[in-house]
């Protein structure tokens, strides 16, 4: 009996280990111990069960998630770049209103606003231009594009716009609103002898093109430009007063009727706003190889001609200049081996410098603006109407 009776409690004893046993190793398994380290020092991180582990890896993946979406949208914010934003149905996209979708899609397709920059800036863009030549000199990848022009060889002599039509752009791409130098004759004749003067300091290493005096100008205004170009007539509001405007204009399918209607839409945008009056700020060369005569805005009036077409024409090209300048010549490099010394990039400084000197402060106050449909890149010999301001 007692035999038996030891035999029952040792198999009792087993059974009941055996039990604790598993019940341990089950144990085991549902725990893990995960480790990281912050620094120096060292915890532990105790995940119960796979169900936890999981949620914690989830939680780590979220989290690297938002740290490479932060990252990112730093790095666009230091270039300059758009972010680009990533969304799921799981991050609550799914359930924006409609409302919201309709005004994301309308913003989306909203015209681009016409950049039109103060005027009371462009010295700051002045000095940056003149700096920069006089501490590198040309910048081969800031230079007029040399497509648009015809280099002459013996035995023809210099270098001339081509036209458009002939390099199978559309002849109306360029259309513009400009001040040309007809109410300002002795600063014309002043700064036409400082383009001789470049001519004879560049000649043996650069080919230079020199504006003629008669297409002198200084752009106001692009309503469609080479690099973007826009149909005539561009969408223009109506004005409410008179009921004037392209919307009250049947859709032209003749170009010389658009740009006739785009022509009226101008005149009435800048009709009596009265003289625009501006003062030679410098003359400089520009790393872009353009010989540049520099204005300043005395009263604000150009500013208010650009705001005043800008709100008119709302569908005209975007991108409008910066500066107040008349380019009177570009230059080009005669090979990729030559390039201007030291020597003569001082000449130039000190030739831009001298006409500075006795023209700063000129003053000229112009009676019209011109519209002009141009026949070739860089002048306003084409297609012109002269608009009393």
């Avoid at 001339?160 to 039509?165: A, D, F, G, I, V």
């Avoid at 353009?290 to 005395?298: G, P, R, T």
Wanted: glycine share 6%; hydrophobic share 40%; proline share 4%.
């Amino acid at each position: 009996m007692e035999r038996a009776r030891r035999t029952r409690r040792a198999v009792a004893y087993a059974l009941a280990g055996a039990a604790f046993g598993a019940a341990a190793y089950a144990a085991y398994r549902r725990l893990a111990i995960v480790w990281t380290k912050d620094g120096s020092d060292e915890k532990g991180v105790v995940v119960v069960d796979d169900a936890s582990r999981v949620d914690a890896r989830d939680a780590r993946a979220r989290e690297e998630k938002a740290q490479e979406v932060s990252s990112r949208d730093a790095r666009a914010e230091t270039s300059g770049e758009t972010p680009v934003v990533e969304t799921r149905e799981d991050d609550g996209v799914a359930g924006a209103s409609d409302g919201a979708a309709r005004s994301a899609s309308a913003a989306a397709e909203a015209p681009t606003p016409i950049d039109v920059k103060h005027t009371k800036n462009v010295r700051e863009v002045y000095d940056s231009l003149e700096f920069a030549f006089a501490e590198a000199g040309l910048d081969p990848t800031a230079l007029t594009p040399r497509k648009f022009f015809h280099f002459a060889t013996y035995p023809e002599v210099g270098v001339w716009p081509l036209p458009y039509k002939d390099l199978k752009m559309p002849e109306d791409c360029a259309r513009l609103v400009v001040l040309t130098m007809d109410d300002a004759p002795a600063i014309a004749a002043a700064v036409q002898t400082a383009t001789r003067d470049l001519v004879r300091l560049v000649g043996g290493v650069m080919d230079t093109f020199a504006a003629p005096r008669g297409n002198l100008h200084l752009t106001v205004f692009h309503v469609s430009r080479t690099f973007e170009y826009k149909d005539a007539p561009v969408a223009c509001v109506v004005d409410d007063a008179t009921g004037r405007g392209t919307q009250t204009l049947p859709r032209a399918t003749d170009v010389e009727d658009a740009i006739a209607y785009e022509e009226s839409a101008v005149a009435d945008a800048l009709h009596g706003l009265g003289a625009c009056e501006l003062e030679v700020d410098r003359l400089c060369l520009a790393p872009s190889g353009c010989l540049l005569l520099c204005f300043a805005d005395v009263h604000g009036h150009l500013q208010t001609m650009r705001e005043k077409l800008r709100d008119k024409t709302v569908g005209a090209a975007r991108k409008q200049n910066n500066t107040m300048h008349v380019t009177l010549a570009r230059m080009w490099p005669k090979s990729e081996s030559r390039a201007l010394d030291d020597e003569t990039k001082r000449a130039i400084n000190v030739m831009c410098a001298r006409v500075t000197s006795a023209l700063r402060g000129a003053r000229f106050s112009a009676q019209n603006a011109v519209y002009v449909v141009e026949e070739r890149f860089g002048l306003v010999d084409g297609r012109r109407a002269r608009i009393k301001l």
